[in-house]
């Protein structure tokens, strides 16, 4: 697996990683599909994908447990993210919150957490003291957020006194890019890494079947012999600071998504996709 440096850290990490809202249940957590979803976590895993993103709501909790299981016995050769939900970042929320991830996902320690949104009502400066003070303690390698605007990013960044935001988890896709207007060149330039979510727009992207723009998608991945989700994949890869986590359960789905990198598309059929999807 193609692997980018993840923020200024020299760490690297999977371009591909495995998204996982709707493992272990949406809103409310389920356990039906865990056996399913734990295989589909193994396969990405062998095919690559050494990089899993879940969060303490998804599923109430049981998306962390069932990446847990998932894992076991190969842990430490893992880039593992979670995220503390932005109603729990007070002080004393995201420490109590990180406790639990830590305990649901039979870890030590966490590569990266996340802020999953943000929250107006409590100041930045108290969160990220207590994010830092997971770092000092070596629960936390990594601190990133999530659905940050530029002006959230610089308050993130100044609010930390000795470490970096690394990362920035936001949607992006062939057809949802208004992170290209501001956000990617901020990024870009300040060397923070977008983790683009919903990459193939909620797998929109492989059943839309009208208008001209899907038509030259379709042209592309017939000259490339790959399949939408693939060039749709690789297309979001081709950007420098950008790696993405598609979130798939159906094996087949693991299968095609790894199959996304190891080529690229020419610079004329990035252009055309860059045209088609403006
Ligand atoms: N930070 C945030 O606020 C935030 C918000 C949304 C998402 N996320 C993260 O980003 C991850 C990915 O986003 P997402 O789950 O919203 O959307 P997505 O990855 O764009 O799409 C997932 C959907 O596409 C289907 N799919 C996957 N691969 C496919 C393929 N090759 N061909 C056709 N369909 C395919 C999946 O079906 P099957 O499952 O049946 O395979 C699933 O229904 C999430 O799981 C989560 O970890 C974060």
């Given at each position: ?238 950007k420098p600071t950008v790696v993405a986590i598609p979130k798939a359960s159906n094996l087949d789905h693991v299968r095609e998504n790894a199959g996304s990198v190891g080529w690229s598309l020419s610079e004329e059929q990035k252009e055309r996709l860059n045209e088609a999807f403006k």
């Amino acid at each position: 697996m193609e692997v980018k440096t993840l923020g200024i850290t020299g760490v690297q990490i999977p371009v591909l990683g495995l998204g996982t809202w709707g493992i272990g249940g949406l809103s409310n957590r389920n356990s039906g599909n865990d056996e399913i979803d734990i295989q589909a976590i193994r396969l990405g895993l062998e095919l690559g994908m050494r990089f899993v993103d879940t969060a303490e709501m998804y599923g109430r909790g049981h998306s962390e447990e069932v990446v847990a299981e998932a894992i076991k016995d190969q842990r430490e050769s893992i880039f593992l993210a979670t995220k503390v939900s932005g109603e729990h970042l007070a002080y004393d929320g995201v420490l109590r919150s990180c406790e639990a991830s830590l305990r649901r996902l039979r870890t030590r320690y966490l590569d990266l957490y996340q802020i999953h949104w943000p929250n107006t009502r409590i100041p930045l400066s108290e969160t990220m003291k207590a994010m830092e003070r997971l770092v000092d303690e070596g629960k936390v390698r990594h601190i990133g957020v999530s659905n940050f605007s530029v002006r959230q990013l610089n308050e993130a960044q100044e609010a930390l006194s000795k470490t970096r935001v690394v990362s920035n988890q936001v949607e992006y896709s062939l057809t949802e890019r208004s992170i290209e207007r501001d956000l990617l060149p901020f990024a870009e330039k300040k060397k923070i890494t977008i983790i683009a979510y919903s990459p193939l727009a909620r797998g929109q992207i492989s059943s839309q079947a009208h208008g001209d723009r899907w038509i030259v998608l379709d042209q592309i991945a017939k000259i490339t012999h790959k399949t939408r989700s693939q060039v749709a994949l690789n297309w979001l890869l081709l950007k420098p600071t950008v790696v993405a986590i598609p979130k798939a359960s159906n094996l087949d789905h693991v299968r095609e998504n790894a199959g996304s990198v190891g080529w690229s598309l020419s610079e004329e059929q990035k252009e055309r996709l860059n045209e088609a999807f403006k």
